[in-house]
């Protein structure tokens, strides 16, 4: 059997995970077309106010995120890491086309069909843009830019996704993230705030049963392209949040012992009450974001929050 390297990649990860004790699957491979559809759909429902809450802060407050990234250079490329929809990044594109700060977009995301679904509408939508789309992981598609000359960037990491991290995990990436930077590149951050826990687990586990559909399609997507044989029935969705730490955290638990294979031969067992781990949501204090941005070796420059204090959008400076 000959793998693409997409295919070999993904193969290899659920192998390693579901190999572990305790299991694991990577968060990442969430979005394949219909996932993309289904957290879509997410960030629509009631229950999950982080898309609500930064979409205030974007429509608000564009244009003095793009006034505060002017020093030193007056104009500068949009970059944005896990791009999905695009839907929030809307406001701070239009507004940068306004302004004339910038009318160069390039969306990285892991879901292809995402990325070519940008490049066809964003254009249409926003006339005068530019998007260049790469489909592939952060950090090799930033070194692909690094190749492309030396025009100053602002990086988008918006969603709370550097949440779906664990804070040293956090530290790393952003570390990581910092080198591919030039000095003067700017990067705006979105962290999802602690507060009420039951607004949080809300979030992750609403009435339409949307996020434990989200879940669930990643053993759907190792059947359809692995050869898989899960059953998704034979699992519950198990979300839990930890107001000391502030780890949200989603498992996949078995409601019965039986085993799974994979068209190449690899045989998981799975034991009766035996979780899956899914996804964690890292929620943060003021304090630890601001040691996070430190320990990464950024400046600071501003803090945007939305009416109701649940989001901030976090803006850093490369010296």
């Known amino acids: 059997m000959q793998l693409t390297q997409v295919d070999s990649a993904f193969r290899r990860d659920v192998i390693r995970g579901l190999s572990a004790s305790p299991k694991f699957l990577l968060s990442k491979y969430f979005y394949d077309s219909r996932g993309d559809a289904l957290f879509q759909q997410i960030m629509r429902c009631p229950e999950y106010y982080l898309t609500r809450a930064e979409e205030e802060i974007l429509r608000d407050k564009s244009r003095d995120i793009l006034r505060a990234c002017t020093t030193p250079h007056p104009t500068f490329d949009i970059v944005e890491l896990g791009a999905g929809d695009a839907s929030k990044t809307t406001h701070l594109l239009r507004a940068a086309i306004d302004l004339t700060f910038s009318n160069r977009y390039v969306p990285i995301d892991i879901s292809a069909s995402m990325v070519e679904q940008l490049t066809q509408t964003l254009p249409v939508q926003l006339p005068g843009l530019e998007v260049d789309g790469l489909a592939g992981e952060y950090f090799p598609m930033l070194a692909q830019l690094q190749h ?12 709370g996704t550097i949440g779906n991290l664990l804070p040293t995990e956090a530290i790393a990436f952003c570390k990581e993230l910092n080198n591919y930077l030039k000095p003067g590149d700017y990067v705006l951050m979105g962290f999802d705030l ?5 607004t949080i687990l809300n979030a992750y586990n609403d009435k339409a049963g949307l996020t434990r559909a989200f879940n669930l399609n990643l053993l759907n997507r190792i059947n359809d392209e692995l050869g898989g044989t899960f059953d998704p029935a034979n699992f519950v969705h198990f979300p839990v949040y930890d107001p000391v730490t502030g780890a949200c955290k989603s498992y996949l638990v078995s409601t019965c012992q039986h085993d799974i294979l994979l068209d190449d031969g690899t045989l998981f067992r799975f034991g009766k009450d035996e979780p ?19 320990e990464a070796g950024f400046e600071p420059i501003q803090t945007y929050m939305d009416s109701q204090q649940q989001f901030t959008d976090v803006l850093w400076r490369k010296p």
Not at 276 to 294: C, D, F, P, R, V
Request: glycine fraction near 8%.
């Open 148 to 159: 492309n000359g030396p025009t100053p960037k602002l990086v988008l990491f918006l969603g």
């Open 276 to 294: 899956i781990y899914m996804e964690i949501s890292q929620k943060y204090t003021h304090t630890q974001i601001a040691k996070l941005g430190n």
């Open 194 to 198: 602690r507060k009420d826990p039951q």
